[in-house]
C-alpha cells in the first residue's frame, strides 16, 4: 500500500515536497517512482529511484529543479519540488515496480498510491 501526501498549493517559484509511504512489503525490493497527470493530459513520469537509491532518472522537464530521495529504514520515499511553474500543477502520484526493466514507463509499476494535488499559481 502506498500513500502519498504534501501536496497543495504553491506561487510560482517556490517549493514542495511530497512523501509516499509504502507499507506491506520489502520496501527496498522495489524501485519507486513519481508520475503525475494534469487535467486533460495522459500520466507522465517525472522521477524514478532504484531499490537502494543509488540511481535516479528524471523527465526532461523537472530536471534541475527536483530531487527523488528514498529513505528505507522508515519506507518513505520524496519528492522535494523546487522553482515550481504553473505546468508543473497536477495530481501526482507515486508508484512501486520490481527492480529490473525501464523505470520510465507507467506500465511497468505494479502499485500505485492514490495521488495528491499539487497546484501552482502564477
Request: proline share 1%; with cysteine; hydrophobic share 30%.
Amino acid at each position: 500500500q502506498l500513500q502519498a501526501s504534501g501536496g497543495g498549493l504553491v506561487q510560482a517559484g517556490g517549493s514542495l515536497r511530497l512523501s509516499c509511504a509504502a507499507s506491506g512489503r520489502t520496501f527496498s525490493n522495489y524501485a519507486m517512482g513519481w508520475f503525475r497527470q494534469a487535467p486533460g493530459k495522459s500520466r507522465e513520469f517525472v522521477a524514478a529511484i532504484s531499490g537502494n537509491g543509488g540511481s535516479t532518472y528524471y523527465a526532461d522537464s523537472v530536471k534541475g529543479r527536483f530531487t527523488i530521495s528514498r529513505g528505507n529504514a522508515k519506507n518513505t520515499v520524496y519528492l522535494q519540488m523546487n522553482s515550481l511553474r504553473s505546468e508543473d500543477t497536477a495530481v501526482y502520484y507515486c508508484a512501486a515496480k520490481t527492480l529490473s526493466g525501464d523505470y520510465y514507463s507507467k506500465f511497468l509499476y505494479h502499485y500505485w498510491g492514490q495521488g495528491t494535488q499539487v497546484t501552482v499559481s502564477s
